[in-house]
């Protein structure tokens, strides 16, 4: 079974801190992604990884930076936290389309950010 | 660009009445659907794939191109059904999937 892993369920830090939240997945999954979760927007992708190294911005980048130095893991930065980014963030990864179609993506348990 | 539309943000139905949560998607190539759900205090894990088929906890989802749409569907709805769905979009080539805003489904004993 696939497991994704986020380092932290709860998380407080304070505006202007530079943030790190930590995903790892354990089933060579090429592909990870970054979501924000917020109540009435569903969710909404943040950042997007194909492959180490490899980023794609997603709908709503701004603020955020990622870094994918292994492919398990995959790392969402806050540079500057501020409280428009107190949000439930969600770590999910996916093996490659295969002939283009899309595979279903695996989550983890999220991680419950506020920022004070 | 694609997009996926939930109309119901909450969905109350009586215990072992009919369920249909409504997806309703834009996309001009072939698109791919997928249901997933998220249970109270649970990962959002997928609950079933146009794709696929099939009937998983007894919920089917038929995609009608024609309108645009990829309803979830359920004969009697049980108590255990109280959770959070979304509908998301598959595009060809694209490893990304599009959200919908959700509908909370809350089952009334």
């Known amino acids: 079974d696939v497991k994704v892993t986020q380092s932290s369920r709860y998380l407080v830090k304070r505006t202007g801190e530079k943030v790190f939240l930590e995903c790892v997945q354990d089933m060579d999954h090429e592909n990870m992604f970054w979501y924000r979760q917020d109540p009435g927007l569903g969710l909404r992708l943040i950042y997007f990884?194909?492959?180490?190294?490899?980023?794609e911005k997603g709908d709503i980048p701004e603020g955020y930076s990622v870094s994918r130095e292994k492919k398990e893991r995959f790392s969402l930065i806050l540079e500057s936290a501020s409280t428009n980014q107190t949000s439930m963030y969600l770590c999910?990864?996916?093996?490659?389309?295969?002939?283009?179609?899309?595979?279903?993506?695996?989550f983890g348990d999220g991680t419950r950010l506020s920022i004070l | 660009a694609q997009r996926v539309t939930q109309p119901e943000k909450l969905l109350s139905v009586f215990k072992g009445a009919p369920v249909e949560l409504k997806c309703n998607y834009s996309?001009?190539?072939?698109?791919?659907l997928f249901w997933y759900v998220q249970y109270s205090r649970q990962r959002l894990q997928l609950l079933l794939r146009h794709i696929s088929r099939e009937s998983i906890k007894g919920f089917t989802a038929d995609l009608n191109k024609g309108e645009t749409s990829f309803h979830l569907k359920k004969p009697f709805a049980q108590e255990e059904d109280s959770a959070m769905y979304y509908c998301?979009?598959?595009?060809?080539?694209?490893?990304?999937?599009?959200f919908g805003t959700g509908t909370r489904l809350t089952i009334i004993p």
């Open positions: 998301a979009l598959g595009t060809f080539g694209n490893e990304k999937l599009t």
């Open positions: 999910a990864s996916s093996p490659p389309g295969r002939g283009g179609s899309n595979q279903p993506q695996h």
């Open positions: 990884s194909y492959d180490v190294k490899m980023k």
């Open positions: 996309y001009s190539g072939s698109p791919e």
